[in-house]
Structures are given as C-alpha cells and as structure tokens.
C-alpha cells in the first residue's frame, strides 16, 4: 500500500510486556516505592555499570537536585550551551546561579570547545552538557579532561540520548553525574514524565537522594532540606518492561537515518553528523530554506518539527548579553524529519522522495 502521509510520531501499539506489567502494578496496587522501581534501578545501573541510580518525577528535577546537591548557589557560575531544551539554562536561573553560555558547533550542535575554554573563570563551578539529538558530544573526553583540571563538575544531560555511546562507551558514564529523561517520546520512554540521576560517585548519590525525598534518611526523619521528586511505579513498570529493547530500537533508528543519508546526501542542505555511536532520537538537517521545506512537507501530508526555534542565548528570559552567532544561525535553519522505530522504510523513503521533489522545483 502506496504510503502518503507520515506523522511525526507514533506511539503505538504498546508491547504486550507494556501491557503485562501495566495490569500487574495496577492489580497489585502498590503504586509508588514497589518492587519495579528497585529492578528498574537495578537493570539500569548494571545497563550503564554506574553504582547509583536515583529515579526522579522527571529530567528538569534530576538538573536541579544534582545542582543542589553540589552545592550550587547564588554568586557561582555555571556554564551550558547556548542551544539546547529550556532546562539547561532555567535550573540554573532558578537556583540564583550565573549561566554562562557557550555557543555551539554547528557540526555537532554541541558545545564549541574554544569557547568553553574562554568562559570558565574561578566563579564557575559545573558545566551542564547536553548530547543533542541522540549523539554523545564528539569532544567529551577532553571536555572531561578540562573540567577536571579546572575542578569543575561535568553534568552530563543525556535526556536524548540513552543507549549512545563513543568509543564504546555509553553517555552518562563520562561526567560526575548525568541526568536522564523518559518522557514518553524518548529512545526509553515511559507513558509519562520521568527522569533519573545517575552517578557512580557515592556522596553525590546520597546527597541526591535526600534533595528527592523531602530531606529523609530514613521515613520521618528529615535531615536537610528537600522536595518531592519521585517516580511512580506505573512509571518503572513500564521503563523496566521497555530496557530490554532500547539497544534494538536503536539500531531500528540508525538503520532509518541510513536510509535519510543515502538519499538526502546530494541535496542543498546539512546531514547531521553521523557517528557509529549515534542513536538518532532526532534526525536534524539544517537549511536556510527551512520555513519554506517545512510548508512544503506539510502539504505533503509529512509532520516535521524545530528542536529548536529560538536559541537559549537569545530568550528574554535569561537576560543574556553574550552572542552566539552559531546557536542563533542553527535556531533558524534546524529542521527535524520523521524517525522513530514505529517508522517504516516505505515511510522514511516517502519523506526523502519529498525532500529530493522539493529541491528539485
């Protein structure tokens, strides 16, 4: 059947193990603290062979309790890309800390190494660095390396990215601390907000489990300050049922990007870095007709989207005075193309013949 329409995402079905564990928790009624949070916990530590996982409501949270948790506070600076989700910048605003923005490589829409260099002074204390679009920063290593000369913390957001990895080794395990989302549109999605922190450095783990769960050491009895940032076992239900699968959906997306690359590889417009550790949670081409393609895809029945349409740098709400030339020039030439593991080939194809039609005219 002649393929004419793509949606963005899909969803659907759920896998019958999703289904199993979904009707177990809700037949159980054990509904927060039950015994798929702790194999949840467990599977992904021994995924990631990190020691500490501390399973969270969600990303945003994870970002801020590990600052809190590494003391972070007004006067110290931070420093984050320019071009990036909202959260990388506002956990920091909120907690009274400086950001310092560094602008991005547009290769890699990571952050520009030069740059950080420049930016860090003796107020800074961490660097929060996203792997956008499912590709582990190409230079994390020696970003490693210069945060630990400078003594600063490296937190890796790695919200876009589970299961990639560079040199064989996977994201999250590069930093101090790492933080993770399983919003369900996410390469391990649950069927709601969720997130996790996740170290192998002892005290940062316990500090962060006290900042999770209102301050407690134990039920009662509260040592310090702290909120209410939990994952429901609904949550961990379905994320333990959905681990299994990750490494294969992966592939799935890579072996879809392979079909983009192939196809798209003549066109006027810029493939996104392509890397064997690349999980492709967005498959991200830039052009400086991107408004028009967009238009153009959307009569063909194609949902795109812009991650992201306004660079972090130039948001009112930062009151930001540095330019990032890279970051802004990405804002308006970013566009977003269908890839997901419920994607056909017949799917993807439809999209590259369009892209190709377009150009063409």
Known sequence: ???????????????????????????????????????????????????????????????????????????????????????????????GAEIAFCDIDLNHFGIQISELEERISTKTKALILPHLFGLVHPEIEKIASICKKNNIHLIEDCAQAHGASLNGKLVGTFGDVAAFSFYPTKNLGALGDAGAIVTSNQKIAEKCNLWANHGQSGRNNHVQMGR?????????????????????????????????????????????????GHVFHQFVIRTDRRDELRKYLLQKEIETDIHYPEALSDMAVFNNSSLCSNALKASKTVLSLPIHPMHTEEEINYVTKSVKLFFKD
């Open 228 to 276: 209410n940032s939990r994952m429901d076992e609904l949550q961990a239900a379905v994320l333990s049922s959905q681990l299994p699968f990750l490494d294969m959906n992966n592939t799935k997306r890579k072996k879809l990007a392979m079909l983009y690359y192939n196809g798209l590889n003549s066109l006027d417009l810029v493939l996104p870095m392509n890397s064997k």
């Open 1 to 95: 059947m002649p393929v004419n329409s793509v949606s963005f995402l899909n969803l659907t079905p759920l896998r019958d193990e999703v289904k199993s564990v979904i009707e177990e928790v809700l037949e159980e009624g054990v509904f927060m603290n039950g015994k798929y949070l702790n194999r949840f916990k467990d599977s992904f530590s021994t995924y990631l062979k990190q020691d500490y996982v501390i399973p969270t409501a969600n990303c945003t949270d994870s970002l801020e309790i590990i600052l809190r948790s590494l003391e972070i506070k007004k006067g110290d600076e931070v420093i984050t890309t320019a071009f990036s989700w909202f959260s990388d910048a506002s956990v920091i605003q909120l907690l």
